[in-house]
């Protein structure tokens, strides 16, 4: 496989990056929506200050940030804070290094799994939606029409 390859099949290549980024996030930010209460209590039992607020900062980041990569929207900006924060869940909800027996393993992984998906994130940031997107429709129209067009 060429580099030709891998730009004729880019674009895809980003979206399907995206969805498959931003499936984990939806999926328990979903959940998370769903069962507010037990979501303030998470929030509580790690220690954050006023729980509901980080129950709701967090609903509205799995589900509406993710929602919004998904569909290619702002991409740029919005990867970054997605990637800080599953960088700061890492750091908060998954301290496998003050844990013991079964918890550690679990934690590890879900830790390391977080420092990939912000990887993943950065290199978003990086590239863009590519085509297949919001952002990448917008920048198509704005082209067409002898504009400059900016996602930041």
Known sequence: MGEAFFERHRDVAIL???VLMMILMLRFGIEKAFSVHATVGMM???GLPFPSM???ATIA???GVAALLVAGFCTRPLAVV?????LGTALVAH????MSGGAVMANMIN???NLSIVGGLLLLAVTGAGRFSVDGVAATRARASGRRFDSN
């Open 82 to 86: 997605m990637a800080a924060y599953t």
């Open 111 to 113: 830790f390391y799994k």
């Open 16 to 18: 399907l990056a995206r």
């Open 95 to 98: 301290r496998y290094w003050t």
């Open 44 to 46: 509580a039992q790690y």
């Open 61 to 63: 980041v799995e589900c």
């Open 54 to 56: 980080a129950a709701a």
